[in-house]
């Protein structure tokens, strides 16, 4: 693929001044980087949910896979089993990977599958005209929520890292330089690599003066240190006005599930684990 752009000749349906362009943009120039450093894109296979965010896997010029809604992390990990020389990357949105798809969520970091996942979080199921999703603040008018939402948000992140995610970080769109370096970051990790894109929904949500006055960029923090972790992945609560965090939070060396699959029973069972993932994954 050297020489190629990453760009499709797809039209384009995202809303004018949506944040999946930036998250585009930056995937495009962190995979051409990586190229450079000796990645192969051929091998690089894009796995994505159901949402807007989705349409990404139409607009790459990359290997792709649609998955169902909340679906994109198992239909991953078939892949990465089946072959492990292949370069994985969910792009997943908030109501599609924190609603449907939590519990694969949850298992993909427990058993640190070799992948990246970019969760495109702009706080609102788009596709679907603007309801409310796990990571809304209190208080959100929606189309499902009139009166505004009751429920709090919860912390993704810190499930991810209670949960064994070896890679855990924030980004924002409209800091496209430090959002690049983390991907670029995820996407080199060996292990699970979850990465928070914050976005804003030009048309159902836009929240980009609130992010502008409350995200700041980590420094002096020690991603290797569990305990300093959590304090940073806690320090903003999803419904507060406290600063938010952009970085990398925790970053750990773990034995990934796919060496230990083949460390304890071998190629043959790999290869049967992988067609049972496939068919899983068809069935659902």
């Known amino acids: 693929m050297t020489g190629k752009t990453l760009i499709t000749p797809a039209q384009n349906t995202w809303c004018p001044g949506c944040g999946n362009f930036s998250i585009q943009h930056a995937m495009k120039s962190a995979l051409l980087e990586l190229e450079t450093e000796g990645l192969v894109l051929d091998h690089v296979v894009l796995v994505a949910g159901i949402g807007c965010h989705g349409k990404i896997a139409d607009y790459m010029d990359l290997n792709a896979f649609y998955a169902l809604h909340g679906r994109a992390i198992p239909a991953a990990t078939g892949i990465r089993i089946a072959n492990p020389d292949l370069s994985v990357i969910c792009h ?6 924190y609603a449907e798809g939590l519990d694969h969520l949850i298992f993909g970091a427990k058993r640190n599958i ?5 969760v495109h ?5 788009g596709l679907t005209t603007g309801q409310y999703t796990p990571t809304s603040p209190v208080g959100f008018k929606g189309r499902s929520t009139p009166l505004g939402t009751i429920e709090r948000p919860f912390n993704p992140l810190h499930l991810a890292f209670a949960s064994g995610a070896t890679f855990i970080a924030r980004s924002y769109t409209r800091r496209l330089p430090h959002l690049k370096e983390t991907l670029k970051a995820a996407i080199l990790h060996k292990g699970f690599s979850l990465v928070e894109v914050f976005q804003i929904c030009a048309t159902y949500y836009d929240i980009h003066e609130y992010y502008d006055q409350h995200v ?9 240190d569990p305990l300093a ?19 990398t939070f925790y970053t750990a060396e773990q034995p990934t599930f796919e060496e230990t699959l083949v460390q304890k029973t071998g190629k043959k069972e790999v290869d049967r684990i992988a067609r049972i993932h496939e068919r899983f994954s068809q069935a659902i």
């Open 229 to 247: 972790a959590e304090a940073k992945i806690r320090e903003w609560d999803y419904n507060s006005d406290a600063p938010i965090a952009l970085g």
């Open 216 to 224: 700041y960029e980590l420094k002096d923090h020690d991603p290797t």
């Open 92 to 97: 997943v949105g908030d109501g599609d990977t």
């Open 121 to 125: 979080d702009n706080r609102v199921y």
């Open 114 to 118: 070799d992948m990246t996942v970019v």
